[in-house]
């Protein structure tokens, strides 16, 4: 039987009835930081965003898969207020956000890639301690009850697998695509993470509606 928090996801997903206007001008806000970068020929920052926001996608596939095989829970929720639901785990706010996480994140990367920061290659003390700072705040959201967390393994008790798996993996390919030595490298991955998001919904959603 789904949990209650599903239930509240499940009646608001994808109701196009919940817009509001706001989004108009959060999507006008990540076309902008796009923009700027790519005015700047800053390709590393384009394309380490691009990559830790189709790593969240992949995450939000999957975690909307687990509600479809369990019909318990997924792995987290957002069934409160939004704008539009996306997937059971992912409104648009939190799409647009991670749009321009990985952008914002990656100019935090001293430009020596070899430098240790505390003996540590400095783009895995980043990706830990901005994982770390993330998983904080979804905390914070957690208490306040727009983001769930039904399962033990998976919460404020437990959240190691929230920095491994709903971060730090993230990070460390968003910051890989950014080292990346030459611009088609950054672009054929990229490429690749997207194809199989857009299989992934094309498959699970259009045709067998699991997501």
């Not at 596939?61 to 059971?88: E, Q, R, S």
């Amino acid at each position: 039987m789904p949990a209650q928090s599903a239930l509240d996801a499940v009646k608001i997903l994808r109701d196009s009835s919940q817009f509001q206007w706001y989004v108009i001008t959060l999507f006008a806000f990540v076309v902008y930081v796009y923009a700027v970068e790519i005015e700047r020929k800053n390709w590393n920052l384009v394309f380490a965003g691009l990559a830790f926001w189709g790593m969240d996608w992949f995450n939000e596939i999957w975690n909307a898969l687990v509600f479809h095989f369990t019909n318990f829970a997924p792995v987290w929720g957002a069934p409160g207020k939004t704008a539009y639901l996306i997937f059971i785990g992912l409104n648009i706010e939190i799409s647009f956000m991670f749009a321009v996480a990985g952008i914002a994140f990656s100019k935090m990367l001293p430009a020596d890639k070899n430098m240790k920061i505390i003996g540590i290659p400095n783009r895995w003390f980043f990706a830990v301690v901005n994982s770390v700072f993330c998983v904080f705040v979804e905390m914070l959201l957690n208490a306040a009850g727009v983001l769930t967390w039904e399962y033990a393994w998976w919460n404020v008790s437990a959240p190691v697998l929230i920095v491994l798996f709903g971060y730090l993996t993230f990070f460390l390919v968003a910051y890989w695509v950014f080292d990346m030595d030459s611009l088609k490298k950054k672009v054929n991955t990229v490429a690749v993470i997207y194809a199989v998001d857009i299989a992934a919904i094309i498959v699970f959603g259009f045709i067998l509606n699991w997501i």
